[in-house]
């Protein structure tokens, strides 16, 4: 399996929740269906934060990591 690419980027290292999870929000509003965000933080709280986001939204947790302090999630608009 390769990994996903993604269509966009959304930069929110430094940013505490909810702000992660506002500015995933208005990216994929940006976006079409099946599209494929990146989202990179390093809040700790965005592993639970995305998970639920996913399960909420409908918009599928297509793979998430963490390394060095960074949790980075691709998320696929629903």
Do not use: H, W, Y
Not at 42 to 71: H, I, K, Y
């Amino acid at each position: 399996m390769t990994p996903a690419t993604a269509d966009r980027e959304v930069d929110a290292r430094g940013l505490n929740c909810p702000l992660p999870i506002l500015r995933t929000k208005k990216a994929l509003n940006e976006m079409t269906t099946g599209q494929i965000l990146k989202i990179i933080a390093t809040d700790p709280a965005s592993q639970r934060d995305f998970q639920a986001f996913s399960r909420q939204t409908g918009n599928a947790l297509v793979e998430q990591s963490a390394a060095d302090g960074e949790f980075v999630f691709l998320l696929r608009r629903k």
